[in-house]
């Protein structure tokens, strides 16, 4: 069952008060008080934030309940201390996974992913040559690869860092790519479209993300880009629906669209097709960062703090009307 | 009068035949024969390609008619020497620079300029700030600026180096600009479509065009990034018509549309408006290279020749249908 | 009225007493003790440094009297605090800043202005080209940049950070201009000494340093090298001066002086003036900002601190003698 | 039936003579002397080097009997031309790939090919670890495979250009790798041999070298270090004997060979076995390159030529014991 | 004398205890209690690690008997305070070095560096060439060198950077080309041994490592590669063993071993010898740094902390074997 | 005995003549005519340029008289072939190097050896630190090291690549510092102007100019960087006139001149010393450089060739006053 309080609201609360919910508890340490008494301080977390917590009797009983990376339920009350707010925990025991409403933990698109997978499905249709689209519908009805491109993030920091965050992501680049072919009808749209689609599905398994987004071994060793890749040379190794060509130049979407070497391409883009996906999702990208940096614009500063992905201050002053 | 025998067209030809056009000589000289007789030796020109051509007799006489850069009227006969097609001139003078079409000696894009410049008028008038918009249509009405708008390559040798380059590539920001401000609604549309006309419009006085397109002195010294900012500081100091800060911000779009301080940029973008503006131009910039090479390519080779633009082979390949 | 009480002199102390004294507040804050009873934590700056203050009691009354980025002036006394400075303060109250010597809290140059003043002066008049000569009188000779010139610091960070660095760094570049247009008489001396004395003239506007040193959103968007080259376009345009050429030359030194496309200037030195005013100022700058280092060095040590505007440790140990 | 009379043979004699042999057209043309005749003006090509042919009389019925890229057998004779040797071609027809052997087009090591794979077949009988002691084993008896590893260059260019050469390369890296795995125990051996030995694999369908040695297509849109991760997928797919993590360990080792990103590999090292394999073969390559500059030093000059893949000139003089 | 109780101890205790050590002070205030007594503030270090001692009474008198830097024998217990370990002072009194063992106080191989001595002295008798051996042996009988080389750490942060790390990396070096000069019989083994040998002499004259390991200012100003040289030089000037040609060769190594200017080598590899010298010395100071990674690893974790030298995170699982 | 006629003076005569005149042969060969007859081709240079040259008959006899790289006096006259001059040899002989001018053969400074030499004196003289006057007296009155500063070119390519170049760019990198001293007088003018005249000083092994300027094997393998410090050490180690921090203070001059590690300087400048004669060695290489291509253009065209050293092209245009 989803959660009712967050801990941005606990943020915004000035008085004490009790109260029962779930957090995900990312860090654990039994100190000791001044007057050499055992407590435990606890770092709980939801997808809004994190706030400290303080268990300050029984406090080897309870600790043996649950350990660091485990969901808790707790009842507790807030108050202050030195100006921070803490979470004073009267109760607390370990929630498995299952019960637990993942978006609640880490953040999620503000989309509908439902209606994102729609459209996705619409371009597919929409492809003329019958290969591409048959490799396409094939790849997207597996039910572990679907379930995981409607919930999988783009990234882990950068952008589009959240639940969802890869089909929004896609499936801009993917419209954004559909309006190009037409801008440049040199361009073959079905490849096109079908790189734009593909670009970054190595990213189901770049990146984990049940407590938290994080790398995986395979992220972090051999990489989206050449997981996109190898998912393409697996389902046409088993059903033959592309012909040797069309899975080169497919793929070679996929391994170029970073665009340069030093970003982690093992190919620069070398088909017209490969350089549209790799500018428009290079934009898109971009644009996304920009756009989260807009969102947490409080509105009174011209400039956001320094941002690291940029390497600069943004300009966030946005017209009043 | 326009061209109606072109260079290109003599070298597709077999055999001789005595024929009168207007050229331009790129080089002169007097050489000698292995006999001792003095003969001239002279590069024709026109926007198809460069021919060899010679004059065999009265070379004093004729020498002194015309200089290496004038414009000239000959006549004479394809000959073949080692292999390489050579102009035989029996008569050749100067003819001045107003009796000739730019168009047959400087390579023009296939596109309609007049359709194209009320494309551009449309968006101009779609611009709903009314400082914006009062803004673009005093620079336009300028005749100078029109003019050179409407006929100014996009460069000299990277992309849209042609007639009607920059009015082409423009166009074609301002366009994909126009779509993208419906897909990221979070831009601001005027000032994107401002930013997208304006971003290039320093090429007008950063290159000549009139017999080859060279960069002028204030293109090498100055560069076509703050002469397009010049432009907008001086309209803004007579006209008023902008406000101080929407000047400012319309400026960094034309200092920061290269994207890094290494292409010239003193400015990186700091504005949405203006990261959305360097992705396009940079998009449409390389598209436009890539087009050129696809067009040149005969359709026998998988690959072009290599491509010092992008530092690489393209695949040129493109399917029969 | 000037201080005669700095920050430095607060820290130098050890024991208590009783003063009031002007001073900046750039942090404010409300926390509460232990006890739960609310203070005011605040910081206070001047020239010299910063200081914490505290208010303990009337906190609601007395916060309401001034907000950060304040001039205040307050009566307190100096106590120690787990071994670090802190005011606390009895009483306190906002000063117009028209009561405030800006010296007194931004760091300025030890040496004479008016002095450095008269050089530049002389400089002027010792230009031979009357175009050039009657535009720098021109330009100098408006008291809204004459007064800029004269009190801007020259960075925020890197080199010359204090009130009237501009003038310093400005005048050191023309003085050893102006010896080098004897060592090198192929050297213009005239376009040397002007573009000596204009090229960093648009910080006059990239920086703003009422309170403190910080940049103008124009500053962070424009930046100072086309400011700089704005201010002759547009004065250029209005009186007629220079000419196109002179015009074109002088703008070059300023557009190219960082020397580097990677350094921000959107042009490269390609005048033997240019050249040598970019190597000039690139020498005057870093050793003014070496000098900086020895002045803060104790001479105890050989080495300094790590300096990150050069990457790398400094050797600052200096003859006895 | 191989060649007995080489390039490089004729290109030592002086006097003419007449003979028969097998050659590749590299390049054809019809020209014409200055009296009008046309001739064929063709340029021949063995492993020893190139040399221009000249057939003069019936050019029309001999140039029908073959194409530019064809194998010829040819009776002629050698002149020379302008201090050039040429040969005259006096008869001239097409023989199929089938009856040359590829050795005498394209150089080949002078090292026993089947000592070679025996000292391969060793290595891998040495793996102790039973997985990727069956990987290899399954990997290696495919014949296609073998056979290609068997006689595939190690590159184009730079180094190791030659039939066998592949071979030769990996067989080096490997042994040096099993010498390191003593001399640094705490590597895994049986993973650092397996990697030495399949880094490169994917070069096997990188370059074609049945008349020059040349990128395919799949080579340059997708390249060698990812064709040869996708070797491994493709066949742990089909045969399970690795299980996930040696998979993915084997894969990172070829994934990250090359060491940095901008030098294509997609991922940098970050297991201590590929590490090692990454520096091994690195030696191994620049070793190879200056090996083979050395043995083209005539033994006079101190100094090499200047060597692109350095970047620098090299000191091949050597002490004349 | 040797210790027998270090930090690491301490820090693994629970309990208090009176115990007399020594120990290196690394830092020495005097701060106040809340209640305004004054207290003495250590910072206490071994080779194995640092703790924070504190003397509560007589510290006036105590203070005076030793300064920061200098090595002490105390007395004291062990307390916590806010969860950190710290020693109570009861008395302290300052030593001089020449009673401490080195080792105790820098971290030292695990090797025997006699043992690794003795393999030095047998590579160089294994030299065939006369004079680069009677060189090496000269070098090396300088009791001053010999006991640098046998103490010196090789690095202060990114490898071997304990006490005898510059012979086990230099023996290691030594090594592998041994082995290399039977696999590359091209390259002259006398050269690559005694390049080997002397690639980082230097740095017993870069780094001083009496209380800890620290750059010279003659490390700082001049540096390793150069001073290496000049020990070369300086020994030749003096014996004449060398003659011109092979001083020049194997300064050439020690110069370049580097393999780039960027990474401070003046000259970049040119011989065989320098080449592969290079190469091997960056795989050894690599698998050093990785090896040292390792040994720091839990166990736990797959992953490694960041690791600047290697600018990424490594993959430290081994199997369980 | 110099010569009196030359290159240049052969190429800009149109009739022939029979002159006698020394060369210096850098390439010669045996061709034959169409007609079959040998002849010998040779390349003929002095200071002002390369002709051509031919001998048509008593080939065999005359080609023994001399080598490739020998100085030759001829007896010819001149001819023009296609357009070229060319000169026809009747009698041809070697000549002694002795006997030779090298002035007449590599180009050399306008300027007077003695008078520049006379002002190093006097620098030498003006500095107040006897232990740096000393050593600066003693290593210049040394006549190998004098004869060499005199005569050495300061560069094969880049800058002052002519006889004398070194002397002339020594000279005023020390009269700027000079002037810098007093312009900075935190700097130790001594050390400065000590560090000034030593920089390049390696430069007088690193190059040979008897009959081209060229690198040597030291200056390829070692480099004036560091041969200039070993000049300082050697003749340190055998007067002891500067003592160990001076000496170290000198060579961090020299070794650091080049300013980055990627220019060759093992070190980057950490004094300030070091500081200023990088940046004026800088600015007179540059400096030097656009002299030489100003002094190369002819005044009509505002633009030189793209010059490499700068990468870019530069405006030559000068004031006609």
Redesign the interface.
Known sequence: MGKSLFVKDLKNMESALIFTENFLVTSKSV??T?AGKPYLSLTLKDASGEIDGRVWDNVDLISARFGSNDYVSLTGSLV?H??RHQVKILDIKKVEAEQIDPGDFIPSTPKSIDEMWGRIESLIASIGDKSLKSFLKELFSSSEIAKKVKTAPAGKVLHHEYIGGLLEHVL?VA??CD??SK??P?A?RDMLISGALLHDIGKIYELSYDRAIDYT??G????H??IG??LI??LE?KKKLLGKEKE??L??II?SHHGE????????P???EA??VH??E??DS??GA??SV?EKADGDE??SDYQRM?N????VKR?EE
């Open positions: 100190l000791k001044n202050t030195q100006g801009s419209e954004i309006f190009l801008h440049y040199e073959n071994d395979e972090k060793l051999i990489g880009i050449v890749a190898e040379t697996k190794e080169m130049l793929k070679h391994l070497l030093e970003y982690g391409s093992p190919k620069r070398k088909t017209l350089l549209i500018f428009v290079n934009l971009k644009v920009f756009l807009l011209a400039w940029f600069r201050f943004l300009y017209d």
